[in-house]
């Protein structure tokens, strides 16, 4: 296994920033290696998640905060209690990796939460800076940060050109979710 971690973030408008992050943590995976995959903002099922459980190095986390719908549709109780389970997510992601020795760690829509004000951003920084040498840190989402980008050694952003919601077709099974 390698020895040096490195930050990639795959951004953009376009569809495709989880589905490139899964394609790195099935590679990983099918080398035998420790996956820790954590989505943020997305409380529906989909389909990666019954094929992540299959991957017995594979180890999915996600927001059980009993919300559902966008976070911008959120009141402030709700809210609040959407960055509460957010930044615990974060912090026990990290004691993970800390921990149990997972080496590839995937923060799946990190970005929208951050900028939705959901995460602690000072934390994210602070592990960037410090997380163990051979952690490989993979974030998603739409706008990150200039800060976040400063600390990225890959960064792919996704550019949307033409898409179906454009002419009014919603996410389909199997494609979108």
Not at 11 to 19: F, H, R
Not at 30 to 59: A, I, M, R
Not at 124 to 135: A, H
């Amino acid at each position: 296994m390698q020895t040096n971690g490195l930050t990639h973030i795959y951004c953009g408008d376009g569809k495709g920033k989880t589905t490139a992050a899964l394609g790195l943590a099935l590679r990983w995976a099918g080398y035998g290696w420790p996956v820790l995959f954590v989505q943020f903002q997305k409380t529906e099922h989909s389909g990666e998640l019954d094929t992540l459980k299959l991957l017995p190095t594979v180890e999915v986390l996600r927001v059980q905060d009993g919300l559902t719908g966008f976070s911008w549709q959120f009141n402030e109780e709700e809210t609040a209690r959407r960055a509460q389970s957010h930044n615990q997510l974060l912090r026990q992601a990290f004691q993970i990796c800390q921990d149990e020795k997972r080496r590839l760690l995937v923060l799946d829509e990190l970005t929208s939460a951050m900028n939705c004000g959901l995460i602690d951003n000072a934390v994210v920084m602070q592990y960037i800076r410090t997380k163990p040498k051979d952690v490989e840190l993979v974030i998603t989402g739409r706008e990150p940060t200039e800060e976040l980008c400063k600390m990225a050694d890959y960064i792919s952003k996704i550019h949307v050109i033409k898409h179906p919601m454009n002419r009014g077709i919603s996410a389909r099974e199997g494609v979108e979710y």
